[in-house]
């Protein structure tokens, strides 16, 4: 089991879609940091309240829900490999938020073309 | 290679002398529609001479210079027409900045008059004159002899003064006994996702404690400042990197223990971002010739664009920022939460645990985008 902090290991402003949006997006957070992890087929541990303020949709939809999108990996086996931790209550919203974006995205329904090619 | 005739040279000349003096961008900077930019020099000035009838205080002196007088009050509220109208005449009189001895020339802007502003309409004020005073390389100079003190504490808190380099004077920040306390505003570009941050950090400096919920109304504004990157200066407008800003600031009343926060960008407008092939856009282009349904047009869709998370993308996975904005309000469970995007209002409110949601059209457009979230501390 590996785990990541969010505000620590990734960047204590996440914010933003695409690599465009500026430093620390969903784009770069997916293919950075969930995605090596998940292709070593280990579970992951995912801090979201370690230093970070809040987040938007943006980035929770391209960070979390683009791994179905792109054909990563599938809605199940995504939610069966992630555990989402706050101490936070506040947090609990995003928690629930992650798991609607995932539960809702179409798997492999989109071919990734990185926006900063 | 061809040599080319004397005529053409001339054309030449003359476009690059005009590409110099920045006309190639005057057609498409922001918030305005183009069409409305493009307009020829007799319409701005037969806009001027036909609102000056109207409720916009303009002296005009020799050789077509403008004055123009802000009102006693300013804000988008109780006062939307007279305040859009001000701003809107700085809008159009700068644009036409280059356009001969034949139009109106913008020499003044004068705040004698104003004795009260929001703190949303003092923010889209001073972008607006940030924009002018760009578009004149910074040769703005600040005259606040007879400006009412409450009003300059007011500005010198947001951080007006600062905007102007030809500026040599010193201000007292003593000055004035309001209890509004202004967040210095913070100008962002696409992408500076980190300036949330600053704003909470100047907010609990003015409150001294921290905003219960804060991190839903961080939340909202990262996603406005991603709206922005994506949608409100889009390349086919041929912004220049310069106009793609955004403002921010925040405000704390100590006697009614309001807080508000502020966000405007300068962009084309959330309705004119939104896909026109849809049903019901369809359906009001094809009734667009029947005026009130065209009056209300961005008012419908700035609904529509809210309530059922469209975008201008089309993709299922997008278009939820709008509801991000939300969040702070009703997590709260009191306050407000209003966007004015061209001519067009969309407000969501809580008092006591009922929602009410209220659009609204308007004649005269914000140019651009304005979010207010509105919040009232009882903690």
Same mark, same amino acid.
């Given at each position: 089991?590996k785990?990541?902090?969010?505000?620590k290991d990734?960047?204590?402003d996440p914010?933003?879609?695409?690599?465009?949006d500026?430093?620390g =997006?969903?784009?770069?957070?997916?293919?950075d940091?969930?995605r090596p992890i998940?292709?070593?087929?280990?579970k992951?541990?995912?801090?979201i309240?370690d230093?970070?303020?809040?987040y938007g949709?943006?980035?929770?939809?391209e960070?979390?829900?683009?791994?179905?999108?792109?054909?990563y990996?599938?809605n199940?086996e995504?939610l069966?490999?992630?555990e989402i931790?706050y101490?936070d209550d506040?947090?609990e919203?995003?928690?629930?938020?992650?798991i609607?974006?995932?539960?809702q995205?179409?798997?492999?329904?989109?071919k990734y073309?990185?926006?900063s090619? | 290679?061809?040599?080319i005739?004397?005529r053409q040279?001339?054309r030449?000349?003359?476009?690059g002398?005009?590409? /110099?003096?920045g006309?190639?961008?005057?057609k498409?900077?922001?918030g305005v529609?183009s069409?409305q930019?493009? /307009?020829?020099?007799s319409?701005?000035n037969s806009w001027i001479?036909?609102?000056k009838?109207?409720?916009?205080?303009a002296t005009?002196?020799?050789?077509?210079?403008?004055t123009l007088h802000?009102?006693e009050e300013?804000?988008?509220?109780d006062n939307?027409e007279?305040?859009v109208?001000?701003i809107?005449?700085?809008?159009?009189?700068?644009?036409?900045?280059?356009s001969?001895? @034949?139009?109106?020339?913008?020499?003044s802007?004068?705040?004698?008059n104003l004795?009260t502003?929001?703190?949303?309409?003092?923010?889209v004020?001073?972008?607006?004159l940030s924009?002018w005073?760009?578009?004149?390389?910074?040769?703005?100079?600040?005259?606040?002899?007879?400006w009412d003190?409450?009003?300059?504490?007011?500005?010198?808190?947001l951080?007006f003064?600062?905007?102007?380099?030809? =500026?040599?004077l010193?201000?007292?920040k003593?000055?004035?006994s309001?209890p509004?306390n202004l967040?210095?505003?913070?100008?962002?570009?696409c992408? *500076?996702n980190s300036?949330? /941050?600053?704003?909470?950090?100047?907010?609990?400096?003015i409150?001294?404690e921290?905003?219960c919920?804060?991190n839903?109304?961080?939340?909202?504004l990262t996603?406005?400042?991603t709206n922005?990157?994506? %949608?409100a200066y889009p390349? =086919?407008?041929?912004f220049s @990197?310069?106009?793609k800003n955004?403002?921010?600031?925040g405000?704390?009343?100590d006697a009614?223990?309001?807080? @508000?926060?502020v966000?405007? *960008?300068?962009g084309i407008?959330?309705?004119k971002?939104?896909?026109?092939? *849809?049903i019901w856009?369809?359906?009001l =282009?094809?009734?667009?010739?029947i005026?009130?349904?065209e009056?209300?047009r961005d008012?419908?869709?700035?609904?529509?664009?809210?309530?059922l998370?469209?975008?201008s993308t089309?993709?299922?996975?997008?278009?939820?920022?709008l509801?991000?904005l939300?969040?702070?309000i009703?997590?709260?469970k009191?306050?407000?939460?209003s966007?004015l995007?061209l001519?067009?209002?969309?407000?969501?409110?809580?008092?006591?645990?009922k929602?009410?949601?209220k659009?609204e059209?308007f004649?005269q457009?914000?140019?651009?985008?304005?979010i207010?979230?509105s919040?009232?501390? %009882?903690e």
């Amino acid at each position: 089991m590996k785990r990541i902090s969010v505000g620590k290991d990734f960047s204590p402003d996440p914010a933003g879609r695409y690599r465009t949006d500026g430093e620390g =997006s969903g784009e770069a957070f997916r293919e950075d940091c969930l995605r090596p992890i998940l292709d070593t087929g280990e579970k992951i541990e995912i801090v979201i309240d370690d230093g970070v303020e809040g987040y938007g949709s943006s980035f929770l939809v391209e960070g979390f829900a683009g791994l179905v999108k792109y054909g990563y990996i599938t809605n199940e086996e995504l939610l069966s490999r992630i555990e989402i931790l706050y101490t936070d209550d506040d947090f609990e919203f995003y928690k629930i938020k992650i798991i609607e974006y995932i539960k809702q995205a179409k798997y492999s329904s989109q071919k990734y073309i990185g926006s900063s090619e | 290679m061809k040599k080319i005739t004397r005529r053409q040279r001339h054309r030449d000349i003359r476009h690059g002398i005009l590409i /110099r003096r920045g006309h190639h961008l005057r057609k498409h900077c922001g918030g305005v529609s183009s069409r409305q930019e493009e /307009r020829p020099i007799s319409s701005i000035n037969s806009w001027i001479d036909n609102y000056k009838k109207k409720h916009l205080n303009a002296t005009i002196a020799k050789r077509k210079r403008i004055t123009l007088h802000l009102p006693e009050e300013m804000n988008f509220c109780d006062n939307y027409e007279v305040t859009v109208l001000h701003i809107l005449a700085i809008r159009k009189l700068s644009n036409s900045r280059k356009s001969g001895n @034949k139009s109106y020339r913008l020499v003044s802007v004068n705040f004698d008059n104003l004795r009260t502003i929001s703190t949303s309409a003092a923010l889209v004020l001073t972008a607006e004159l940030s924009k002018w005073d760009d578009a004149i390389r910074q040769q703005l100079k600040p005259m606040i002899d007879n400006w009412d003190a409450e009003i300059l504490k007011q500005f010198i808190d947001l951080g007006f003064f600062e905007l102007f380099r030809n =500026s040599s004077l010193v201000y007292d920040k003593s000055e004035g006994s309001s209890p509004i306390n202004l967040v210095k505003y913070i100008k962002g570009q696409c992408g *500076d996702n980190s300036k949330p /941050r600053v704003l909470k950090e100047k907010i609990i400096e003015i409150i001294g404690e921290k905003v219960c919920k804060w991190n839903f109304l961080h939340g909202g504004l990262t996603e406005a400042i991603t709206n922005v990157s994506h %949608h409100a200066y889009p390349n =086919s407008h041929e912004f220049s @990197k310069e106009d793609k800003n955004w403002y921010l600031t925040g405000s704390y009343n100590d006697a009614t223990k309001e807080l @508000k926060i502020v966000f405007y *960008d300068q962009g084309i407008g959330i309705p004119k971002s939104l896909p026109a092939s *849809d049903i019901w856009e369809k359906v009001l =282009s094809v009734l667009s010739g029947i005026s009130s349904v065209e009056r209300k047009r961005d008012e419908v869709l700035l609904k529509a664009a809210v309530e059922l998370e469209r975008t201008s993308t089309k993709q299922s996975d997008r278009g939820k920022g709008l509801q991000d904005l939300l969040e702070f309000i009703r997590q709260r469970k009191d306050g407000y939460l209003s966007i004015l995007s061209l001519k067009g209002l969309f407000k969501y409110s809580i008092s006591n645990g009922k929602e009410e949601i209220k659009t609204e059209h308007f004649d005269q457009p914000v140019c651009g985008t304005l979010i207010i979230w509105s919040a009232t501390l %009882h903690e």
